[in-house]
C-alpha cells in the first residue's frame, strides 16, 4: 500500500496496539488516540488484563527503541466534540481505523447507568468521527469495527449487511434485520444506522467489519520486543468465553459453558483481525458506499469451545472437566446459524486456525502466567433479568 496517515481510535486497546503496531511497521504515518477508559472500566469492575499492560506512553516509546518507528498520540474521548474535530483537522487521516467503543455486552447490562455509558460512549463517538470527517477528511475512508451480534442468531442466513427484499411485488435493497443480544449490540446497530445516513447522504466512504469474536495474545509485532504485548481478559465482563475456558482449564477449576453449550458464534484469530483491516484499507469503499464484511473464519459452539480447550489441555497433561452453568443472558442455546462471509476471503483473506493456536499461543502462555490467575472474577456476575424485575 502506498504510504498513507492511518489514525487509530482506541489505540491503546486489545485490537487497537497491535493495529497500531502492524501498520506503522508497515511503514504507514499512524496515529493512536484514546482516553484510557477502559483501564478506568476494568479497576471499577474488577476485571484486569491476566498480564499488566505498561502505558501506551511506554508502548510507543518501547516500540520507537526496536524498530526506530514513530507512533503518534492523541489523548482524549472520542466523545467530545472539538477534541475530535482539533484530531481530524491536525491530522488529517486518508484512512480511519475505530475501536473506540465500549466492547463488552456484560457492561453493557449491569443496570441503567452503564447502558447510557455504553451507548452515549459510542453512538455519539461514532457521531463525532462522521461529523469530523465530513467537515476535514471527506475523501478518507472509515474502516468502523461493527460486530457479527449486531444480527444475533435469526432463523435465516445472514447476509453481509445487506438484503434484497421482495415485498407486495416490490423489491428493494435494505440493511440486514438486526436481533441483537446486549445494549452494547444494539450502540453497534445504532452506529450501522449512522454510518450508511452518513455515506448515502454526505457520500462519506465507510467499511463496517461486522467481526466475531477475536482470540489470540500474539501478533509478530507483539513478539518484537517486551511489553509491546495486549491485552489478555478472562474475566466476565471483559473476558470471551474462550478465554475463560482456557484460564479455568489452567487453573484446573471447571470450564463453564453457559446454558446448553449450543450457541454458535464466529471466531478469528488476532493475526486475522489485522489482515482483514488492511484489506479494507487497500480496497476502499466508493464514494457514497457504505460497505459491511462480516469478519470471522470458523463457526463453533460454546459447547464445541468447552470441547476444544478440554482436549488441548490434555495434550499438555492437564485434566479439565466441563460444567454447565446457568445461562446469565436471554439467548437461544440451540439455533440455526449460517453467515455468510465472503468478502474478506476474496479480497485475500487466508484464514489462522484456532486449532494452530490454542496450546502454544494460548494456553503455554497462560500457564507461563499462572501465578497471576485472579479465580474470584471469572464466574458471570451480570444477569440479563435479575431475580427482582
Ligand atoms: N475483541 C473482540 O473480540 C471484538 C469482537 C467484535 C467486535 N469488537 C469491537 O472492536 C473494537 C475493539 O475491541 P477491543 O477488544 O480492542 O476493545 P478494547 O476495550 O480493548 O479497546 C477499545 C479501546 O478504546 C478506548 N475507548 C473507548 N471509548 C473511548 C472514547 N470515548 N474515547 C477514546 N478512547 C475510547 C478504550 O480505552 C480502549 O483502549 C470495539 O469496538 C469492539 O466492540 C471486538
Redesign the pocket.
Given at each position: 500500500m502506498v504510504k498513507k496517515k492511518v489514525l487509530i481510535?482506541?489505540?491503546?486497546?486489545?485490537?487497537?496496539w497491535p493495529t497500531a503496531m502492524y501498520f506503522s511497521r508497515k511503514g504507514h504515518d499512524v496515529a493512536v488516540?484514546?482516553?484510557?477508559?477502559?483501564?478506568q472500566w476494568e479497576a471499577e469492575v474488577e476485571a484486569e488484563p491476566l498480564i499488566p499492560i505498561p502505558s501506551l506512553q511506554q508502548r510507543i516509546r518501547i516500540w520507537k527503541q526496536a524498530t526506530g518507528k514513530k507512533i503518534r498520540m492523541y489523548v482524549?474521548?472520542?466523545?467530545h466534540e472539538r477534541f475530535v474535530a482539533r484530531i481530524f483537522r491536525d491530522f488529517k487521516p486518508d484512512v480511519i481505523i475505530h475501536?473506540?467503543?465500549?466492547?463488552s455486552a456484560p457492561f453493557s447490562m449491569m443496570g441503567n447507568e452503564r447502558t447510557n455509558e455504553t451507548q452515549i460512549?459510542n453512538v455519539v463517538?461514532t457521531l463525532n468521527v462522521i461529523y469530523s470527517m465530513k467537515r476535514s477528511t471527506p475523501e478518507a475512508h472509515l474502516i468502523k469495527?461493527?460486530?457479527?451480534g449486531e444480527y444475533g442468531t435469526p432463523n435465516i442466513d445472514i447476509e453481509e449487511g445487506w438484503i434484497t427484499i421482495t415485498h407486495k411485488g416490490r423489491k428493494d435493497r435494505m440493511l440486514f434485520p438486526k436481533k441483537p443480544g446486549s445494549f452494547y449490540h444494539l450502540s453497534?446497530v445504532h452506529d450501522s444506522n449512522n454510518l450508511e445516513f452518513a455515506c448515502r447522504v454526505w457520500g462519506l466512504r465507510v467499511t463496517d467489519l461486522n467481526?466475531?469474536?477475536?482470540y489470540g495474545m500474539e501478533t509478530e509485532e507483539t513478539k518484537l520486543a517486551d511489553g509491546l504485548h495486549t491485552?489478555f481478559h478472562y474475566d466476565d465482563i471483559?473476558g470471551?468465553a474462550l478465554n475463560r475456558f482456557c484460564v479455568q482449564a489452567v487453573a484446573g477449576v471447571p470450564i463453564t459453558p453457559y446454558g446448553k453449550g449450543g450457541q454458535k458464534r464466529g471466531f478469528l484469530n488476532i493475526v486475522d483481525t489485522l489482515r482483514c483491516v488492511e484489506l479494507a484499507a487497500l480496497h476502499p469503499a466508493k464514494k457514497g458506499e457504505f460497505r459491511v464484511f462480516n469478519q470471522f473464519t470458523e463457526v463453533f459452539s460454546i459447547r464445541e469451545l468447552a470441547e476444544k480447550v478440554k482436549s488441548a489441555a490434555a495434550d499438555m497433561g492437564i485434566r479439565a472437566k466441563i460444567r454447565h452453568v446457568r445461562n446469565p443472558r436471554t439467548e437461544l442455546e440451540q439455533h440455526y446459524y449460517n453467515p455468510v462471509h465472503r468478502a474478506l476471503p476474496k479480497l485475500g483473506l487466508k484464514p489462522h486456525l484456532l486449532s494452530d493456536v490454542l496450546v502454544e499461543s494460548m494456553l503455554a502462555k497462560i500457564i507461563e502466567h499462572k501465578d497471576l490467575i485472579n479465580e474470584e472474577i471469572i464466574m458471570p456476575r451480570v444477569l440479563w433479568v435479575s431475580k427482582t424485575e
Open positions: 481510535l482506541g489505540g491503546d486497546g486489545y485490537l487497537g488516540v484514546d482516553n484510557f477508559i477502559k483501564r482524549g474521548n472520542l466523545a475501536y473506540g467503543e465500549q466492547p460512549n463517538g469495527l461493527g460486530t457479527m453497534k467481526q466475531g469474536v477475536v491485552s471483559f470471551t
